[in-house]
């Protein structure tokens, strides 16, 4: 079974910049596709941007176009998310979910769709 572990988020400026990493344990990691997801103070989670098993497929959350990206590195089992340009309207406990490629050959944005989670990571924008 795959488990997820996020880390990198803490307090940022507006501007500024954080990447957060989603480490996973098991040697099955790179049949799992991959999302961030986002959860507000009293909003529900939403999909911030998503990665296919291989790493060639992404997709985004139109409100992060251009100032975040998504990649992996299947060789330490471990999805990224560069965060550039950050905003106070980012501020959000950061998740990771993952899905198995193979019951779900596409790339999916629903939280429901996902089977496996992170425990989260908190980001602050704020001067």
């Known amino acids: 079974q795959v488990q997820l572990v996020e880390s990198g988020g803490g307090l940022v400026q507006p501007g500024g910049s954080l990447r957060l990493s989603c480490a996973a344990s098991?040697?099955?990691?790179?049949?799992?596709?991959v999302g961030w997801f986002r959860q507000p103070p009293g909003k529900e989670r939403g999909l911030v941007a998503t990665?296919?098993?291989?790493?060639?497929?992404?997709l985004y959350s139109d409100s992060v176009k251009g100032r975040f990206t998504i990649s992996r590195d299947n060789a330490v089992n471990t999805v990224y998310l560069q965060m550039n340009s950050l905003k106070p309207e980012d501020t959000a406990v950061y998740y990771c979910?993952?899905?198995?490629?193979?019951?779900?050959?596409?790339?999916?944005?629903?939280?429901?769709?996902?089977?496996?989670w992170g425990q989260g990571t908190q980001v602050t924008v704020s001067s």
């Open positions: 990665i296919s098993r291989s790493g060639y497929g992404t």
């Open positions: 979910g993952a899905y198995s490629a193979s019951r779900i050959p596409l790339l999916v944005t629903k939280p429901g769709d996902y089977d496996l």
């Open positions: 098991g040697r099955t990691f790179s049949t799992y596709a």
